[in-house]
């Protein structure tokens, strides 16, 4: 099996080391062959042999992690996201917004657990949630004069453009909405 992805689950972790103790077990198999199968480096299996020489297969388990529990349950982590999906100005917010800050401003709220913003990053993205930017959008911007620019104005001159032979605007050629985002110069 070949092990491609850059970051690895615990569990995907532990299944390589007991892939790789299967292969060193049978026999057939060189420490250099087995890195080179599973993508590891020769010191990782070169380590796990050893280990699984000195200790046994039980040495190659996860263990668990340390570090201090979450203040917060399972269950409530998953209302935190349900808050937020429901929005930041359902939340109380002036604006839709979320930011680190403002979910630990939430958190703080509703459970009265104080999270430092740093750290709720990690949290957030096992819950599935991601960083995501908003597009900036001028405050004049009217969206129903620029469709009907689009829609009256724009064929009319790309139409001119091309009965006289001229190329389109450069800027024509990096719109992605109608096809791919390289256009070769010149006339279609």
């Not at 990782?44 to 699984?52: D, T």
């Not at 939340?91 to 104080?114: D, N, P």
């Not at 009256?152 to 001119?160: C, E, L, S, Y």
Request: charged fraction near 30%; hydrophobic fraction near 35%; glycine fraction near 6%.
């Amino acid at each position: 099996m070949a092990w491609q992805p850059r970051r690895l689950t615990a569990e995907q972790l532990e299944e390589r080391r007991l892939e790789a103790a299967q292969l060193l077990e049978s026999g057939r198999y060189t420490q250099a062959e087995v890195a080179r199968q599973l993508g590891v480096s020769p010191s990782s299996v070169c380590e796990w042999a050893r280990c699984l020489k000195e200790e046994g297969l039980s040495a190659l388990n996860s263990r668990t992690r340390a570090g201090r529990p979450s203040k917060l349950t399972d269950e409530q982590w998953q209302d935190v996201k349900r808050l937020m999906e429901e929005g930041a100005k359902a939340a109380g917010f002036a604006t839709e917004r979320w930011t680190l800050k403002r979910v630990a401003q939430l958190i703080h709220r509703h459970f009265a657990v104080h999270y430092h913003p740093n750290y709720l990053a990690e949290p957030l993205h096992r819950l599935g949630l991601s960083v995501q930017r908003p597009r900036p959008k001028a405050r004049e911007r009217d969206d129903a004069l620029v469709e009907a620019w689009l829609k009256r104005d724009w064929p009319r001159i790309k139409r001119g453009l091309l009965a006289e032979g001229q190329p389109l605007p450069a800027w024509t050629r990096r719109v992605v909405r109608f096809g791919p985002a390289w256009v070769p110069p010149g006339p279609r």
